[in-house]
């Protein structure tokens, strides 16, 4: 407990009157990968976008290392700058290359100098396997380059937690592995990670930790094995029926 | 046409032949010698047609067989016509008379049987088109008299002495134009004669220039201070504070809600009235300003809500503040996607500095109104309109390209790569891009760029 980087205590979301997290507990270890499965609609985004507080919570409690996320106190960007997150839809800024994504925010929210940023730039780019594309602008890129670009970008802010929603989701089936592939480098250098997928062979290579969430509570949580192979709720089992 | 040219001219009956006598006598001098009482030339600039007048009496011994106005170079005595009066007394007598106009540019009337002895003359010689270029000139005249023994001897006169200003150049031009066969027949046409006269074109032109300049100075002063308000009236429009939020709505509806027209009024009129008095030209601006900050506020603020949330939300997810994120991601993306209709909007605000003139503001319009006024042809109306064209045509033009360019780079993450090729062979060059486009079928499902929803369309970008 002592080493958790990310501790969710009894948080509530609700969009005006639609309750979607009714109490939501979880302590995420450094160098954990929490990979979090449901169906759709059960609150496993809401979840991730609290975290970082891209929506603001209605109860509970945040902890992101020693600072509260949601106090009024804190310094929001501050926070936002340690949790990296990658979203479904990309979110590549269009008016700049592969590598003026990346170094964006290491220069106005870092102040990294220019040349500074630009090497790691180079460097995370390199890292996700886009050495030759530094200098494509996004539409000129494949959506899984776009994805890897999106990560490389995240991973320049040195994140100590890296948030991933359905990345894979949007990408035609045989640009996913590369992705994919990415993520499991990350993971495998000991990156604390948060993982909504549906890809189940990459929950069980790669996540430490299962979360089965369904209308906005846990329903059920493990190690892999244990989530997939002996689910214990009906629900899990009907939710895993269908999608293997 | 070496010859000379010999025109017989009919003794016309003047309208003013009685007043005309009158004159006449009051300024005739005691006659000994032919007695030139008066001779006089309209007009006081270069290359006009006039009248040349010539009034005199006969020497007491002797008649006048001929009179040589002897106009000398530069003058133009082609197309000249001659009116003559003879009196003796007061009585009117008939003459009988020829006109040749020599080569020399002489213009020589000879009499058949001569002008008896001290009979009064009056000839008007018209159409003389004068030097273009000023001077002083004399013009001689000689006659030959025949005395009473039937001697003939050509006796002088002292003749004229005219001093011209050189006109201005496009005046020159235009009354060099005036004289052109072409031109004429042109002018025949009574559209042509109306809208595009040629002598009017090569005036208005010029003259028009400063009211142009004084447009396009309005518009390029009043356009960037309306970006500024604009952009301050859309983040007031977006803002958290509903009283913030209200002021801008009511601004952009009381705006866009009255005519330019009423709001120049106000401007000009209103203002005064309650003691604020501004400089003509920058009531102009301020008033422009007003108007198009509304509108362009409208235009940020719909571009603005156009760009996808998910920008937003990546450049917090890196830490970025409100106002970096708007900086450095959002207003970019919305620079390029509102230019087209920014572009419109700049057109739309060009022409209506023509309605500066209803309250005295020199600019392109009020400069033809008041050319057509003076001049009574529409040709000015023409040339002014000429003048928005240069500015206008090139915008529309520029408009529809930035426009190409915009599907294309935003077609470009989720459009089939069809299109793209054909827009792109369409376009030349169009988005810069580096070599190596990705293959056909790389396009994702969902892409990162912006929604489509935002209507960048100029023909349906309101006019007023
Ligand atoms: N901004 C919002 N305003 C109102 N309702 C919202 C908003 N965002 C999400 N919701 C609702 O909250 C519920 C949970 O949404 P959420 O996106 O967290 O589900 P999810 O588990 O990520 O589902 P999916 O697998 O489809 O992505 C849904 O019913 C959704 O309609
Ligand atoms: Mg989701």
Request: aromatic residues 10%; charged residues 20%.
């Given at each position: 407990m002592a080493d958790a980087i990310v501790r969710i205590k009894d948080l509530h979301k609700a969009f005006g009157s639609l309750e979607v997290l009714k109490g939501v507990d979880m302590d995420v270890q450094r160098g954990e990968v929490v990979v979090i499965l449901g169906p759709s609609g059960s609150g496993k985004s809401t979840l991730l976008r609290c975290v970082n507080r891209l929506e603001e919570p209605t109860g509970g409690e945040i902890w992101f290392e020693d600072v509260q996320v949601n106090s009024p106190k804190t310094n929001i960007n501050e926070v936002r700058e340690r949790i990296g997150m990658v979203f479904q839809s990309f979110n590549l800024f269009p008016h700049l290359t592969a590598k003026g994504n990346v170094m964006l925010a290491q220069r106005k929210v870092m102040k990294r100098d220019k040349a500074e940023a630009e090497r790691i730039a180079v460097?995370?780019?390199?890292?996700?396997?886009?050495?030759?594309?530094?200098?494509?602008?996004?539409?000129?890129?494949?959506?899984?380059?776009?994805?890897?670009?999106?990560?490389?970008r995240a991973l320049a802010m040195d994140p100590h937690v890296m948030l991933f929603d359905e990345v894979t989701s949007a990408l035609d089936p045989e640009l996913v592995r590369g992705v994919l592939d990415v993520m499991k480098e990350l993971a495998k250098a000991g990156m604390t990670m948060l993982v909504v997928t549906h890809e189940m062979g990459f929950a069980r290579d790669v996540a430490t930790r299962a979360v089965f969430m369904d209308g906005g509570v846990i329903v059920e949580e493990g190690s892999p094995a244990e989530v997939f192979d002996h689910p214990q709720h009906e629900r899990t089992k009907d939710f895993l029926g269908h999608i293997s | 046409m070496?010859?000379?040219?010999?025109?017989?001219?009919?003794l016309r009956r003047a309208a003013a032949g009685a007043l005309l006598i009158v004159l006449m006598l009051s300024v005739a001098a005691p006659a000994l010698a032919m007695s030139t009482s008066r001779i006089t030339i309209d007009q006081k600039t270069g290359g006009l047609q006039t009248r040349f007048t010539?009034?005199?009496?006969?020497?007491?011994d002797a008649g006048v067989d001929r009179i040589d106005f002897l106009f000398?170079?530069?003058?133009?005595?082609?197309?000249?016509?001659?009116?003559?009066?003879?009196?003796?007394?007061?009585?009117?007598?008939?003459?009988?008379?020829?006109?040749?106009?020599l080569e020399s540019g002489a213009v020589s009337i000879s009499f058949d049987p001569a002008v008896p002895a001290k009979s009064n003359l009056f000839i008007e010689v018209y159409d003389v088109i004068t030097p273009i270029a000023g001077g002083t000139y004399e013009i001689p005249v000689e006659y030959e008299a025949v005395t009473t023994d039937d001697d003939t001897e050509t006796r002088k006169d002292p003749g004229l002495t005219v001093t011209y200003a050189t006109p201005p150049r496009q005046e020159a031009l235009s009354r060099w134009l005036e004289n052109q066969s072409l031109v004429r027949s042109w002018n025949s046409v009574k559209f042509l004669n109306i809208f595009f006269k040629p002598q009017h074109i090569v005036v208005a032109f010029p003259l028009l220039f400063k009211g142009w300049l004084k447009s396009l100075s309005l518009v390029l002063l009043a356009f960037p201070i309306s970006i500024i308000g604009g952009l301050l009236i859309a983040f007031m429009k977006m803002a958290k504070i509903a009283p913030v939020r209200w002021i801008a709505s009511?601004?952009?509806?009381?705006?866009?809600?009255?005519?330019?027209?009423?709001q120049i009024f106000v401007v000009f009129i209103g203002f005064r009235t309650i003691g604020i008095r501004l400089p003509d030209f920058l009531s102009a601006v301020a008033v422009l300003s007003f108007n198009s900050s509304a509108y362009l506020a409208e235009i940020f603020r719909a571009g603005i809500q156009s760009i996808s949330r998910g920008?937003?939300?990546?450049?917090?997810?890196?830490?970025?503040?409100?106002?970096?994120?708007?900086?450095?991601?959002?207003?970019?993306?919305?620079?390029?996607?509102?230019?087209?209709?920014?572009?419109?909007?700049f057109i739309l605000l060009f022409k209506d500095t023509a309605l500066l003139a209803a309250v005295g503001i020199f600019e392109l319009m009020m400069?033809?109104?008041?050319?057509?006024?003076?001049?009574?042809?529409?040709?000015?109306?023409?040339?002014?309109?000429?003048?928005?064209?240069?500015i206008t045509i090139p915008l529309i033009n520029l408009v529809g390209r930035l426009e190409a360019r915009l599907a294309q780079s935003e077609g470009g993450s989720s459009a089939p790569p069809k299109g793209r090729h054909k827009r792109g062979v369409l376009l030349?060059?169009?988005?810069?891009?580096?070599?190596?486009?990705?293959?056909?079928?790389?396009?994702?499902?969902?892409?990162?760029?912006?929604?489509?929803?935002?209507?960048?369309?100029a023909a349906k970008h309101e006019s007023r």
């Open positions: 460097e995370q780019l390199t890292r996700v396997g886009l050495a030759d594309r530094v200098d494509y602008f996004p539409a000129q890129l494949s959506g899984g380059q776009q994805q890897r670009v999106a990560i490389a | 070496g010859d000379r040219i010999v025109r017989s001219m009919r010539y009034q005199a009496t006969a020497d007491e000398p170079e530069g003058f133009d005595t082609e197309d000249v016509y001659v009116e003559l009066t003879l009196l003796d007394g007061l009585k009117r007598i008939k003459a009988d008379y020829e006109v040749e106009i009511v601004y952009i509806n009381v705006i866009r809600g009255t005519p330019l027209f009423l920008q937003f939300e990546a450049a917090s997810s890196l830490g970025m503040t409100y106002w970096q994120a708007m900086q450095h991601v959002i207003i970019p993306q919305t620079v390029r996607r509102v230019l087209p209709t920014m572009t419109s909007e400069y033809s109104q008041n050319y057509v006024a003076r001049n009574a042809n529409l040709t000015a109306f023409t040339v002014a309109a000429i003048y928005y064209l240069i030349g060059s169009g988005a810069a891009a580096p070599e190596g486009a990705p293959a056909p079928g790389l396009g994702p499902a969902v892409g990162s760029g912006p929604q489509v929803d935002f209507d960048h369309s």
